[in-house]
């Protein structure tokens, strides 16, 4: 017959649909008592005897051969996840790298519904500790991590008898911090800690709080307390989520607050600072005649630069701190003063035999410093200057040292710049002058020290 089946062909297509119609029925009754049988096995553990005879591996294979997978019942439900973490200890915190090294403890809470048995047919035992090689565990990870997850082998989970694994965790945790070190040694980082799954959305697994974040500061501070050189001062956390592309990541956000302890710092820094530079205030006593000022205060500005190099590790290697700004005002201040001391060293044996002359502006400011008992009376400049005019003479004590009311010659003009004044006049105010230097310089290194003090202590206790 054209276009149909021979008949032998026929035959032969009716048996084998016949025996492939009596496999698939017998195929699905098969797998069926299959599945029933390991659904009863798995949801149920046989633990009679554990309390006798310990625990039987045998009666949680079942269980352990399905640890690739993720354990729900139906795929559509997202596995919950709760975190929680103890931090240890801070171990370093690198200014220049912009890292944190911490070292937590990290605890995971998930459940496995293939995991049951009764307490009361196992002597009341409600927690067994399992290997996690043999169980499911969920890919959390802290996404400013810079090294790698180095955990340790052969660590164990805790499960309870209705299906809840307990799994702690140590790490130590080199993260990205930014770090604002302008108030070194008296700063304070916030350094974000967060933790989310790399392989599962949303639809998959969320996270949630395993304890509340009060309880893992107080944990994290009675642990932290007394030691290292940071103190941990609060811990907030936000719950964002994290989209990548068409993906949904649930997350948790920790913001990790710490404090530096700053007393190392400022025994070790600003106090030998502080000293140095009251040493160089009190260098002013000593009388400029002499010629011993300007040695000392030589020999006290190499002190202070060996004392920067030798206290230098203990800066932060990057950015400007208040230390750093500190100590290069205390070196320009003393520079200052060694040139405030040359120059008065320079003056005061040339000013009574050929005094130089003395700037126009320099006058009235001398005279607006100057004390009645001095050599210069403001009264008297104030009565025979005029606007834009010279005095020729000034009225006075004929004595040394003091001013001569007489009409000056044109060599003494002529020396002192057309200025008016004789040579033991002019003497006299470069005299003033130095001295009003140094009065100068020795409240604005009083001024510096009181100000210094106070942002010092403002700062630590703030």
């Known amino acids: 017959m054209e276009g149909g089946w021979p008949v032998e062909g026929g035959v032969l297509y009716l048996t084998v649909s016949l025996l492939l119609s009596g496999h698939t029925k017998s195929y699905s009754h098969l797998t069926g008592s299959l599945f029933s049988t390991r659904r009863s096995?798995?949801?149920?553990?046989?633990?009679?005897?554990?309390?006798?005879?310990?625990?039987?591996?045998?009666?949680?294979?079942?269980?352990?051969?399905?640890?690739d997978f993720r354990p729900v019942i139906n795929y559509s439900i997202?596995?919950?996840?709760?975190?929680?973490?103890?931090?240890?200890?801070?171990?370093?915190?690198?200014?220049?790298?912009?890292?944190?090294?911490?070292?937590?403890?990290?605890?995971?809470?998930?459940?496995?519904?293939?995991?049951?048995?009764?307490?009361?047919?196992?002597?009341?035992?409600?927690?067994?500790?399992?290997?996690?090689?043999?169980?499911?565990?969920?890919?959390?990870?802290?996404?400013?991590?810079?090294?790698?997850?180095?955990?340790?082998?052969?660590?164990?989970?805790?499960?309870?008898?209705?299906?809840?694994?307990v799994y702690n965790k140590p790490m130590r945790v080199t993260s990205i911090c930014s770090l604002d070190i302008f108030y070194f040694p008296f700063d304070q980082q916030n350094c974000t800690l967060t933790f989310s799954s790399f392989l599962y959305t949303v639809k998959n697994m969320l996270l949630g709080m395993e304890k509340e974040v009060w309880e893992i500061v107080d944990t994290s501070r009675d642990i932290v307390r007394t030691q290292g050189e940071w103190e941990l001062l609060g811990i907030n956390k936000a719950t964002p989520k994290l989209s990548v592309g068409?993906?949904?990541?649930?997350?948790?956000?920790?913001?990790?607050?710490?404090?530096?302890?700053?007393?190392?710092?400022?025994?070790?820094?600003?106090?030998?600072?502080?000293?140095?530079?009251?040493?160089?205030?009190?260098?002013?006593?000593?009388?400029?005649?002499?010629?011993?000022?300007?040695?000392?205060?030589?020999?006290?500005?190499?002190?202070?630069?060996?004392?920067?190099?030798?206290?230098?590790?203990?800066?932060?290697?990057?950015?400007?701190?208040?230390?750093?700004?500190?100590?290069?005002?205390?070196?320009?201040?003393?520079?200052?003063?060694?040139?405030?001391?040359?120059?008065?060293?320079?003056?005061?044996?040339?000013?009574?035999?050929?005094?130089?002359?003395?700037?126009?502006?320099?006058?009235p400011l001398l005279l607006y410093w100057a004390s009645p008992r001095k050599c210069c009376p403001t009264a008297l400049w104030k009565e025979n200057v005029g606007p834009g005019l010279m005095p020729t003479h000034l009225r006075g004590p004929k004595e040394p040292g003091q001013l001569v009311g007489k009409e000056l010659g044109p060599r003494e003009a002529e020396l002192n710049g057309a200025s008016g004044l004789t040579s033991t006049q002019l003497a006299d105010l470069w005299v003033q002058f130095s001295h009003m230097m140094d009065t100068f310089l020795f409240h604005l290194y009083l001024l510096f020290l009181a100000s210094s003090i106070i942002t010092v202590i403002v700062l630590w206790n703030t």
């Not at 519904?113 to 959390?140: H, Q, Y």
Request: proline share 8%; glycine share 4%; hydrophobic share 45%.
């Open 41 to 67: 096995n798995t949801f149920t553990v046989n633990c009679s005897g554990f309390d006798q005879h310990g625990v039987n591996p045998a009666a949680f294979q079942t269980i352990f051969n399905q640890k």
């Open 78 to 165: 997202p596995t919950q996840v709760n975190i929680s973490f103890t931090l240890s200890a801070i171990l370093e915190v690198d200014e220049q790298l912009q890292l944190l090294t911490s070292f937590l403890w990290l605890k995971l809470i998930w459940n496995n519904p293939f995991i049951s048995w009764d307490p009361e047919e196992c002597g009341a035992i409600s927690k067994l500790t399992v290997t996690t090689e043999s169980l499911w565990l969920p890919d959390i990870f802290i996404m400013e991590s810079m090294d790698v997850d180095q955990t340790l082998e052969g660590l164990s989970a805790y499960v309870t008898n209705d299906g809840h694994v």
């Open 246 to 363: 068409s993906s949904l990541f649930d997350q948790i956000m920790f913001y990790v607050a710490i404090r530096r302890r700053p007393s190392l710092y400022v025994i070790n820094l600003l106090v030998p600072s502080s000293l140095l530079i009251a040493i160089d205030a009190l260098s002013f006593y000593l009388p400029a005649e002499s010629g011993n000022r300007a040695p000392f205060k030589i020999t006290l500005l190499l002190g202070y630069n060996v004392f920067l190099l030798m206290m230098n590790k203990l800066l932060p290697a990057n950015g400007t701190p208040i230390p750093g700004v500190y100590f290069a005002l205390c070196l320009s201040l003393m520079a200052v003063s060694l040139l405030e001391t040359i120059f008065i060293t320079y003056l005061l044996p040339l000013a009574p035999t050929q005094p130089p002359p003395m700037p126009r502006w320099l006058h």
